[in-house]
């Protein structure tokens, strides 16, 4: 096998052809912020566009695409929204008259 920076990868074992526990085929590791720069990069190019345009674009794909501008809404809320049901729950049986009145006509 062929030393990466002075490590071999292990040749027996379980962890065949794996590195060593600590060791790393790229021990300098990646330079610091190097991941980070472009994102922040896009990030600002986007903000910087959406601050020209983004009315405008939100306007047009309600307009014209009203199925993405929906699925754009869905993606944005939360996985999980927890409505409170301001109404007790009864069984029909513990219902009044008045509340089965109601529910029938669907003011409930």
Do not use: C
Request: glycine fraction near 12%.
């Amino acid at each position: 096998m062929t030393a990466i920076n002075g490590t071999l990868p292990e040749s027996t074992g379980i962890n065949r052809g794996q590195w060593q526990a600590g060791r790393s085929g790229n021990p300098a590791g990646r330079p610091k912020g190097a991941r980070g720069k472009l994102g922040e990069t896009f990030l600002n190019a986007l903000a910087e566009d959406f601050a020209t345009n983004g009315i405008g674009v939100i306007e047009a794909v309600r307009q014209e695409r009203p199925h993405e501008y929906l699925k754009i809404i869905a993606t944005i809320l939360p996985k999980q929204m927890q409505l409170e049901d301001l109404t007790p729950r009864k069984k029909a049986e513990d219902l009044t008259d008045d509340e089965l009145a109601s529910i029938a006509v669907g003011n409930a």
